[in-house]
């Protein structure tokens, strides 16, 4: 009789251990998960870009469209959906610059082609033109003061796939135009 008393004891311990393996190993696959997905932030925070020729970046440039080399020098695959990049003078935005989205490989470049966006085409033409021509080392004869422009780029990624992330960087206008200009570590 006491043999019959253990059985349901010891199939009790079986089920348990049974439970506390799934959880263990549950616990195990979200924080594998979590974890990748952690390693697309950071590689996704450590992207070059720069305009798809070396050198020639300039705002006039943007008007019309054009293509940004995106590098991921990281050693984890990275991917965004989308990047932007706001330019704006004296505090009033001038447009907006954005791509969509790519999965790039460890140590690549891809090019994404973008697209231009502003309230008013025509003014953002004129003050890009004198921005150009204040940032050639030429301010006297462009009548405009390039340290009032700014650049607020947002890269758009994703936590697990689907939880959407915003990485924001701000610049002054110069240094932006002589990054879109050098070279990345994957040239």
């Known amino acids: 009789m006491s043999s019959c008393l253990k059985l349901p004891r010891l199939v009790h311990k079986v089920v348990v251990n049974k439970h506390t393996i799934m959880v263990v190993v549950s616990i195990a696959v979200i924080a594998a998960t979590l974890g990748y997905s952690s390693l697309n932030l950071v590689s996704a925070g450590d992207l070059e870009f720069r305009w798809h020729q070396t050198g020639s970046f300039d705002l006039l440039s943007i008007l019309f469209g054009g293509k940004l080399v995106v590098c991921n020098n990281s050693d984890f695959p990275a991917s965004l959906r989308g990047y932007s990049f706001e330019i ?98 994957c040239d």
């Not at 231009?116 to 953002?124: K, N, V, W, Y």
Request: glycine share 10%; aromatic share 8%; no cysteine.
């Open 88 to 185: 704006i003078y004296d505090g009033k935005s001038l447009g907006i610059f954005s791509t969509g989205g790519i999965s790039i490989p460890p140590h690549a470049s891809k090019t994404l082609a973008g697209k231009f966006e502003a309230q008013d085409r025509r003014i953002s033409q004129i003050l890009f033109a004198s921005l150009d021509t204040a940032l050639g080392d030429n301010a006297a004869a462009a009548r405009i003061n390039p340290d009032k422009m700014s650049v607020i780029t947002t890269l758009e990624t994703a936590v697990v796939g689907f939880i959407p992330f915003s990485i924001t960087k701000q610049y002054p206008g110069e240094e932006f135009v002589k990054t879109m200009n050098q070279k990345t570590g």
